[in-house]
């Protein structure tokens, strides 16, 4: 099992960035499909970004390609989410999400119910 903790989330105006952090503990050695997804209340939760721990290209959502990008440290125990060119859109909740299976990471759209470990979620505001 693993542990997860956000961080960076925050207020920003409509062109901005923010980078938001994903810390894991508990079983690291292992690989995960490990990510972002998102959601805004009333609404369904919607894949972000994911990569794979062990290697591989990462994938995006639709509403994020070009804007976003999703990274990890050397040790694999942190993924990042850079987000750039901020829309008001974006507002939501983020949750970084963790997946022993990789093919979580291949299943497009990303769907929430491959994910077993979620973080608490990080508030997003984008102000036009």
């Known amino acids: 099992q693993v542990q997860l903790s956000e961080s960076g989330g925050g207020s920003m105006e409509a062109g901005g960035s923010l980078r938001l952090s994903c ?3 508990g079983d690291t050695n292992s690989r995960y499909c ?3 997804f998102r959601q805004i209340p009333g609404k ?8 794979y721990t062990g290697g591989g ?3 995006y959502g639709d509403s994020v390609k070009g804007r976003f990008t ?10 990042y989410l850079q987000m750039n060119s901020l ?3 974006d507002t939501a909740i983020y949750y970084c999400v963790a997946a022993p299976n990789p093919l979580a990471c291949y299943s497009l759209p990303l769907d929430p119910r491959d994910f077993d470990y979620w973080g608490q979620g990080t508030q997003v ?4």
Request: proline content about 6%.
């Open 44 to 51: 369904e939760r919607e894949g972000v970004a994911v990569l």
């Open 34 to 36: 490990m990510g972002w």
């Open 87 to 89: 829309k008001p859109e």
């Open 57 to 59: 290209s990462p994938d």
């Open 23 to 25: 810390g894991a503990s």
């Open 125 to 128: 505001a984008v102000s036009s």
């Open 70 to 79: 999703i990274s990890q440290e050397e040790d694999k125990n942190t993924v």
